[in-house]
């Protein structure tokens, strides 16, 4: 191991672990928001958006990320129409993890019972006020494991982008290597730094998971 | 009988149906002031149906509703204020898991009706108090037993005060020893003039809390009458054949 190479390169590690913490963050934003639309269109049952949306989540959960990204990168660009590198990161991410948010809450929403709403609905509570006393907080608690769990993955997900020339952690990392052969340390970085990111992430999760079991069956 | 003089709610000609399937057939039904009416029936006839109806978690296809002499089910009225005055309490222990027995009962009071917190707190705990759960009010639906649970369901929706209160087969999915209790509760709101539409199957309950007996089948009012009638002399043959069923509990 070469303490100075390791003392070197950190500057690098943390300037590429903004950029893949700033594309985990957007991706799992622009994530949620995908999949709160698809849990609306679903728990609505919207007749057209209800085929289209089972056609998304299909295509989206059954092809990797680094094809998605491929498509929006290069495939796009065939056709005339070309991103950034960074949009189609996000973009992708979005498109990938839209639909296992989507499914969180929507498995989360599903376990509410028809008899607590109409419980809610006989107490003289609006339709919005039920989403917010009732159906929420009991849906909430059965889908922050699952949304964690996304969050999680999708952090680790970024690593991918680096196929598309974003200089992420994994992108660094193979760049370090590539230059100076120093394999040992350039690996060792990157796993040091993707679990200093998602330790702390994982032990908040694990926290707030038993924090809201506690609220959901009541004890 | 009780003060009859003003009737709290009537029903012209309620249509419902479940897709094509017609389940009630044209109802016309009153409930006055004060008045306890319960409503028997073999199952699938209807009976719930037609309670639930009646505070709008059910659709219907014609006829009309009138709270206290106004329409209520004309789609201009809103539900959710509506239902502030019709308390319903379901088969199924229904309080909100997440919430303390006190939360549960507070939730109605507070957000729908936005009343003032300490006033309803005050209530509700004389209301626990009358039911025998005040020491009860920090625990959690899951802690309570399936009479307890009832009993915090009719407090909750008491506490907001309704005119009217629907019961839907409430001791139905209760261990046999855990319905007296219940029942006792629903008795006592009876003789302190509480408007009150009950449907159930305990025979010998409705025979001893009713003002009168409206009997359902397949989704028509076959027979009305007061108890000590229906119970003895039923005037209609499918009347009749119902109570043969239950006479086994005699």
């Known amino acids: 191991m070469d303490q100075s190479f390791i003392a070197a390169s950190i500057p690098l590690y943390i300037k590429a672990a903004g950029l893949t913490l700033n594309l985990a963050f957007w991706g799992v934003l622009l994530s949620l928001f995908v999949g709160a639309v698809c849990a609306v269109i679903g728990y609505f049952r919207i007749p057209v958006l209800c085929r289209i949306m089972q056609v998304y989540i299909e295509l989206s959960r059954n092809t990797p990320l680094l094809i998605q990204l491929f498509f929006l990168y290069y495939g796009f660009a065939k056709i005339g129409i070309k991103f950034e590198a960074y949009t189609c990161a996000i973009g992708g991410l979005a498109f990938l993890g839209g639909s296992y948010m989507a499914e969180a809450l929507r498995a989360g929403i599903e376990s509410v019972g028809k008899i607590q709403i109409e419980s809610g609905l006989s107490i003289g509570l609006t339709r919005w006020q039920l989403m917010r006393y009732i159906v929420l907080p009991q849906a909430l608690a059965v889908a922050v494991p699952a949304i964690a769990a996304n969050v999680i993955f999708l952090l680790k997900e970024t690593s991918v982008v680096s196929a598309i020339a974003l200089a992420d952690l994994m992108f660094v990392a193979k760049d370090l290597i590539g230059m100076y052969y120093r394999t040992s340390e350039a690996l060792l970085l990157l796993v040091g730094a993707y679990l200093i990111l998602l330790l702390p992430l994982s032990l908040f999760f694990r926290y707030l998971e038993r924090r809201l079991r506690n609220v959901g069956l009541g004890n | 009988m009780k003060e009859t003089e003003k009737i709290l709610l009537e029903v012209h000609k309620l249509k419902k149906n479940y897709g094509n399937k017609e389940i009630l057939h044209g109802i016309d039904f009153s409930v006055h002031r004060g008045e306890v009416v319960v409503l028997l029936g073999p199952s699938g006839c209807g009976k719930s149906t037609f309670l639930r109806c009646l505070n709008g978690l059910e659709e219907i296809q014609s006829g009309s509703i009138l709270l206290d002499g106004s329409i209520i089910s004309d789609g201009k009225a809103e539900w959710y204020a509506i239902r502030q005055k019709i308390g319903m309490v379901f088969q199924s222990y229904d309080l909100f898991p997440h919430m303390t027995v006190i939360e549960n009962i507070l939730l109605g009071p507070l957000k729908a009706q936005k009343r003032k917190k300490n006033e309803v707190e005050k209530q509700a705990a004389e209301l626990l108090e009358r039911v025998g759960l005040l020491d009860r009010k920090d625990d959690y639906p899951a802690q309570l037993s399936g009479g307890q649970k009832q009993r915090v369901a009719i407090v909750r929706a008491l506490c907001m005060n309704p005119e009217i209160m629907l019961?839907?087969?409430?001791?139905?999915?209760?261990?046999?020893?855990?319905?007296?209790?219940?029942?006792?509760?629903?008795?006592?709101?009876?003789?302190?003039?509480?408007?009150?539409?009950?449907?159930?199957?305990?025979?010998?309950?409705?025979?001893?809390?009713?003002?009168?007996?409206?009997?359902i089948d397949e989704g028509c009012i076959v027979e009305e009458s007061e108890p000590e009638q229906f119970f003895t002399a039923p005037q209609t043959e499918r009347a009749q054949r119902f109570l043969d069923i239950f006479s086994y509990e005699n």
Do not use: Y
């Open chain 2, 167 to 215: 019961f839907d087969e409430v001791t139905a999915s209760l261990d046999p020893e855990m319905v007296r209790e219940v029942l006792d509760v629903m008795k006592e709101l009876a003789q302190q003039g509480m408007t009150m539409l009950i449907v159930t199957h305990e025979m010998n309950f409705a025979r001893s809390v009713a003002d009168r007996i409206v009997f």
